[in-house]
């Protein structure tokens, strides 16, 4: 964060996820609470991530398959055809 805004102007959008909302992750932003601002996401708001949705795209097609990928290679095969389906735009 320092880094991309070394004037400490930068601001985490804490998205409520539970692996950022762990003791462990709560103290470390409370310690370096001055060099950055964390925005509050509000409680089950839409998920604005655009990755999100191609990730659910992406699963929803692998599992819409006649068969269920039984190993790495097959699996990994699965995810190259559907992401090559996925239209560009919607991959903006």
């Known amino acids: 964060m320092l880094y991309c805004h070394p004037l400490g ?4 959008p804490q998205d ?9 992750v709560t103290a470390w ?3 370096h609470s001055s ?3 964390v925005m ?4 089950r708001s839409p998920d604005l991530n655009p ?4 990730w659910d ?5 692998v599992k819409a398959h006649h068969t269920t990928p039984s190993t790495l290679t097959e699996l990994w095969t699965a995810l190259a055809d559907v992401w090559q389906a996925i239209p560009v ?3 903006d």
């Open 89 to 91: 735009e919607r991959r």
């Open 35 to 37: 060099d950055f601002s």
């Open 16 to 24: 409520n996820c539970t692996s950022h909302r762990s003791r462990l």
């Open 51 to 54: 990755i999100e949705h191609l």
């Open 29 to 31: 932003l409370d310690e």
């Open 40 to 43: 509050n996401w509000p409680p």
């Open 57 to 61: 795209v992406s699963e929803k097609s």
């Open 9 to 12: 102007n930068g601001v985490f």
